[in-house]
């Protein structure tokens, strides 16, 4: 996701909905049980493109942390299965699997559980 037009491209299919962009990124980027440097970077920029501003970095963690809580207490599984249903209410779906693609391949590639996050995002029609 090193491609800005990339970003800005992908999160212009949430207007209004940043906290669906939230969702998604931070659920790809934690699917292996840590968040590394590459989706770091690339939280950060997905997340000001969603905001349409620059973001201090207390505002980024603290987004990012109430989404890693959601999934810790609720497990990865059921929080892919419910953004998957908002996704199909706000008309966005496949626009949500193309950015978790972007926000999974940021890093070292495509690791399983991201693969298996994608697919449940996917299978939700």
């Not at 996701?1 to 299919?13: F, I, K, P």
């Not at 949430?14 to 440097?37: S, W």
């Not at 690339?42 to 349409?52: M, S």
Request: net charge negative.
């Amino acid at each position: 996701m090193s491609n800005g037009e990339n970003v800005r491209t992908l999160v212009e299919d949430f207007p209004g909905r940043p906290e669906l962009v939230v969702e998604i990124a931070v659920l790809l980027a934690q699917a292996d049980g840590e968040i590394d440097e590459a989706e770091s970077s690339a939280l950060l920029e997905t997340l000001q493109t969603a905001f349409g501003t620059s973001l201090s970095d207390v505002v980024v963690r603290a987004l990012v942390e109430e989404v890693v809580e959601m999934v810790a207490a609720e497990g990865a599984e059921a929080r892919a299965r419910a953004l998957s249903a908002r996704l199909v209410e706000a008309g966005a779906l496949e626009a949500g699997v193309r950015l978790a693609e972007a926000i999974a391949a940021s890093s070292s590639g495509v690791g399983a559980e991201e693969a298996r996050l994608i697919e449940l995002l996917r299978s939700a029609a």
